[in-house]
C-alpha cells in the first residue's frame, strides 16, 4: 500500500483544500485515535501548534476526532515542535500530535506526530493510519469519550529543558543576542530561554498575529536578522523557522551560517572536549567542504537521503548521536530524541565562549564548495532517469568535476520536479554544469 496523504514529514497542504481541511482532521484524529486503541489501554495524546490562523480549526477538529474514538487530549496550545516531543516524553503521554506547516507560508499547515519516546513514527505505523482512515467510524458513546484538558505550564517546561542542555559552567553572561522567532511557535520561548542563561536579548520576529509566521523573517529569510545584528552591534542573531526546529546563525559582523557549518562546529567541540563523534550524519545535500574538514579531523560523514527523519534513522541504525541538515535541521540524540533549533543554537554558542573563539574561526578550515541548486519540472510520471541524453551529459560533467565535486539528481517528492544540484571548486563551474545537466533534462 502506498501512502495517500502522509509526505516526507507528516501531512502538509493548503488550508481549505483537501486534506487540509475540517473534515479530515476530524477523520484522522479518529482515525489514529483507533490505531491507539488497539493497545486496550485509554490513551493520551498531546496536540501542540504553531501561530497560523488555522490551527485553531484543526485543533478542534483534532480534539474532536480523538475525543470521538475514546482518546484523551491535552492541549499545550502554541509551542515548538521540538517543545511537543519533549514533553510527549516527559509526561508519559502515547502521542505528540504538533500542528504546523514548518516554514511554510501561513496559508499553509500540517501535522506532524511523535512517539511515546518523543521520536518521529516510522512508515509502517503511517500506513496503519491510512488503512484506518479508509474504514468506518466507530464512534465512542457519551460514557466513553475521551477527555480533554489544557497544559497551562506547557512554556515554561519546555524552557528549563532547553535550559538543562546549557553546561552549568558557562554562561551568556554579557552576550547580545537578537533573536528572531520568524513570528512562530517560538515567540515567548526563544526569548526566555536566551534571557535566563544571562544574554541580552533584542527579539524581532516575535509577533505573531496568525498571518505573519515566516514572512520576511525567519531562518528562511535572514535579511531582518543580519540587519537587527549590525544595527544593535549585537554578538550574535539566532533566527528560528516557523514551528523552530530549523535554525541558521548569524555573527556581529553580519556572516550567516548554515545547518553544514553549524554541525561542524557542534562536532569540533566534541573533539577539542576529548570525546570525538564516531561519525556524522549528513544529507545528500551536504556540502563537500564540511564532509572533507570532518574528515581532516578523523571524522567519517556519512550522507542520508534528504529529510530530518532519514538522518534520524541513519543515527539510530549506526549508534550515532549528530547530524543534520544544510537547511538548519540539526539532531544531538544525547540532548534531545529530534531535530531543535533552539538546543542546537545553545550547543553552538557554548562552543564558541568554551574555545573562545567566534564562528569564522571555529570555521577556518571549512572551505565550502559553491553549490547550484536548479529545478525543472516534469510531466508527472515521467521517465526522466532513462532520458539518453541525460545519461550522457552527466556522464560529460562528472568527468569535468572528477576530484572538483559532484553531481545530485533527485525528484523531488511533493511536486513533478526533478532537483539538479552541483557541487564544484569553482562557482562558474558549478553553473554551467548544472545548467547542462538541467538542458538536457527539460522536456523537449
Not at 135 to 152: C, I, S, V, Y
Not at 171 to 197: C, I, R, T, W
Not at 273 to 294: D, F, K, Y
Not at 341 to 349: C, E, N, Q, T
Amino acid at each position: 500500500m502506498t501512502r495517500r496523504y502522509f509526505g516526507t514529514d507528516g501531512i502538509r497542504g493548503q488550508v481549505g483544500q483537501g486534506p487540509i481541511t475540517a473534515d479530515f482532521m476530524l477523520r484522522l484524529g479518529h482515525a489514529v485515535g483507533r490505531v491507539l486503541r488497539q493497545h486496550g489501554t485509554v490513551p493520551t495524546v498531546l496536540i501542540g501548534k504553531d501561530t497560523r490562523v488555522s490551527g485553531y480549526m484543526i485543533e478542534s477538529a483534532l480534539e474532536a476526532g480523538f475525543s470521538s474514538a475514546g482518546v484523551n487530549v491535552v492541549l499545550s496550545g502554541p509551542l515548538p515542535t521540538p517543545g511537543i516531543a519533549y514533553l510527549t516524553r516527559a509526561l508519559r503521554l502515547d502521542l505528540g500530535v504538533v500542528i504546523s506547516a514548518s516554514h511554510n507560508p501561513f496559508e499553509d499547515n500540517g501535522i506532524k506526530f511523535f512517539s511515546a519516546r518523543g521520536e518521529k513514527l516510522p512508515d509502517a505505523w503511517e500506513l496503519e493510519v491510512e488503512q484506518a482512515l479508509t474504514a468506518e467510524p466507530r464512534w465512542a458513546d457519551a460514557a466513553n469519550l475521551g477527555k480533554a484538558r489544557r497544559l497551562d505550564d506547557a512554556t515554561g517546561r519546555y524552557v528549563e529543558f532547553c535550559k538543562s542542555t546549557f553546561s552549568p559552567e558557562l554562561s551568556l553572561k554579557g552576550v547580545k543576542v537578537v533573536v528572531d522567532a520568524a513570528h512562530g511557535a517560538a515567540y515567548q520561548v526563544a526569548p526566555a530561554v536566551f534571557h535566563e542563561l544571562g544574554a541580552q536579548v533584542s527579539r524581532i520576529g516575535c509577533a505573531p498575529d496568525g498571518f505573519n509566521i515566516n514572512a520576511g523573517f525567519g531562518a528562511t529569510a535572514p535579511a531582518a536578522l543580519v540587519e537587527a545584528v549590525r544595527a544593535q552591534q549585537a554578538d550574535y542573531g539566532v533566527a528560528l523557522d516557523g514551528d523552530a526546529d530549523r535554525l541558521l546563525l548569524v555573527d556581529a559582523e553580519g556572516s550567516v551560517f548554515d545547518g553544514d557549518q553549524l554541525l561542524y562546529v557542534m562536532a569540533l567541540d566534541r573533539i577539542r572536549q576529548g570525546r570525538p563523534p564516531e561519525g556524522v550524519v549528513g544529507t545528500l545535500m551536504t556540502n563537500l567542504g564540511v564532509e572533507q574538514a570532518l574528515a581532516r579531523q578523523g571524522i567519517e560523514l556519512v550522507r542520508a537521503k534528504v529529510g530530518d527523519r532519514y538522518v534520524l534513522e541513519e543515527l539510530g541504525r549506526r549508534g550515532w548521536l549528530l547530524g543534520g541538515e544544510g537547511s538548519g535541521h540539526l539532531l544531538a540524540l544525547d540532548h534531545h530524541s529530534t531535530g531543535d533549533g533552539l538546543i542546537s543554537a545553545l550547543l553552538v554558542l557554548q562552543a564558541s565562549i568554551r574555545q573562545g573563539r567566534g564562528l569564522k574561526a571555529l570555521l577556518q578550515d571549512v572551505k565550502l564548495f559553491p553549490q547550484v541548486l536548479l529545478n525543472v519540472r516534469m510531466a508527472p510520471g515521467a521517465d526522466w532517469s532513462s532520458n539518453p541524453r541525460l545519461k550522457q551529459v552527466r556522464a560529460d560533467v562528472e568527468q569535468r568535476l572528477a576530484g572538483r565535486g559532484r553531481v545530485l539528481l533527485r525528484p523531488s517528492g511533493t511536486e513533478p520536479v526533478v532537483r539538479v544540484m552541483v557541487e564544484a571548486s569553482e562557482q562558474e563551474l558549478a553553473r554551467s554544469s548544472a545548467q547542462a545537466l538541467a538542458d538536457a533534462l527539460a522536456p523537449a
